[in-house]
């Protein structure tokens, strides 16, 4: 069975930096897409980033300027490097890939058919 696994994360000063890591167990074919998704209590889950295939990364307009993502050193891995944190981006962030053919649409969470457990990010002085 594949597994997303979620590192990094933690508390940061509004400001700070974190980076967040993701990697696939036991996948050995390639993803569609790899992204990022963040949720926070009584919240809708809210797209982040997404990296292509090829490598091409996309962001929301929330974050975009500030954080990166980019695949990671190995295969089907991705990371997201979150600069000039903000407190409301403390949330839950999610790995999420899909491991099929084609993503209609990268910003949706049914476009991903596989998911991390999530992993908290806190921002606050």
């Known amino acids: 069975q594949v597994h997303l696994r979620e590192s990094g994360g933690g508390l940061a000063l509004p400001g700070g930096s974190l980076r967040l890591s993701c990697a696939a167990s036991?996948?050995?074919?390639?993803?569609?897409?790899m992204g990022w998704f963040r949720q926070i209590p009584g919240k809708e889950r809210e797209w982040v980033a997404s990296v292509s295939r090829g490598g091409r990364a996309s962001y929301s307009n929330s974050v975009l300027n500030r954080f990166t993502a980019s695949h990671g050193d190995v295969k089907n891995s991705v990371d997201l490097s979150m600069n000039s944190l903000k407190p409301e981006d403390t949330a839950t962030y999610y790995c999420?890939?899909?491991?099929?053919?084609?993503?209609?649409?990268?910003?949706?969470?049914?476009?991903?058919?596989?998911w991390g457990q999530g992993i908290q990010v806190t921002v606050s002085a």
């Open positions: 036991e996948y050995t074919s390639s993803f569609d897409v």
């Open positions: 999420a890939a899909n491991s099929r053919m084609f993503t209609r649409e990268i910003d949706s969470p049914s476009s991903y058919n596989m």
